[in-house]
T-cell receptor, first 115, second 115 residues
Framework: KAGVTQTPRYLIKTRGQQVTLSCSPI?????VSWYQQTPGQGLQFLFE???????NKGNFPGRFSGRQFSNSRSEMNVSTLELGDSALYLC??????????????FGPGTRLLVL | AQSVTQPDIHITVSEGASLELRCNYS??????LFWYVQSPGQGLQLLLK??????LVQGIKGFEAEFKRSQSSFNLRKPSVHWSDAAEYFC?????????????FGTGTRLTIIP
């Protein structure tokens, strides 16, 4: 069974631009979560989607948004990019929703560099 | 507030030596506990998890972890490390409290293996 895939793997943008990252979960997994990983802040939860609805949201500004499609694929969007948005963005899928108890399977991440 | 602490930022061990990585949490009830490993440029891979039952949990790659309620700890161990174990290790704790779910990661412990 194929793992979680994320595209693109690397991305360079400039301040003020917007970016869309894509995530395809493991086949049969219905929940997708997004995380931001930076050397300074570590791994921080962005949001969780299930059945095309946002179930949970972390403490990020409204510039960060996401959505989930009927096939469970998910996208996240960051508008008006700032230098501090440079990070590795990780997507994780799980069979069922539930941040606390469900095992998350992570993709390789998209590394975003904002210049 | 709930929290996760990995007190060791960086650990260096010799190949073949034993390993213990520490993880402590702060939460009023028993949380869901996970250990993940991240190799350079990669996403996170689940090593093992604890939900309930036997407090000694076996994982992949020869790792095990022990949940100690009295110490609020979930330390990861391996009797003999291999050079391929060099990576960053993250403890994660899932809390579900009155409908509010949260998955919190520790700051990680970077493991270096010397020949």
């Amino acid at each position: 069974k194929a793992g979680v895939t994320q595209t693109p793997r690397y991305l360079i943008k400039t301040r003020g631009q917007q970016v869309t990252l894509s995530c395809s979960p493991i086949s049969g997994h219905r929940s997708v979560s997004w995380y931001q990983q930076t050397p300074g802040q570590g791994l921080q939860f962005l949001f969780e989607y299930f059945s095309e609805t946002q179930r949970n949201k972390g403490n990020f500004p409204g510039r960060f948004s996401g959505r989930q499609f009927s096939n469970s694929r998910s996208e996240m969007n960051v508008s008006t990019l700032e230098l501090g948005d440079s990070a590795l963005y990780l997507c994780a899928s799980s069979l069922n929703p539930g941040l606390a108890e469900e095992t998350q399977y992570f993709g390789p991440g998209t590394r975003l560099l904002v210049l | 507030a709930q929290s996760v602490t990995q007190p060791d930022i960086h650990i260096t061990v010799s190949e073949g030596a034993s390993l213990e990585l520490r993880c402590n949490y702060s939460y009023g009830a028993t949380p869901y506990l996970f250990w993940y490993v991240q190799s350079p440029g990669q996403g996170l891979q689940l090593l093992l998890k604890y939900f309930s039952g036997d407090t000694l949990v076996q994982g992949i790659k020869g790792f095990e972890a022990e949940f100690k309620r009295s110490q609020s700890s979930f330390n990861l161990r391996k009797p003999s490390v291999h050079w391929s174990d060099a990576a960053e290790y993250f403890c994660a704790v899932g809390f579900a409290d009155f409908g509010n779910e949260k998955l919190t990661f520790g700051t990680g412990t970077r493991l270096t293996i010397i020949p």
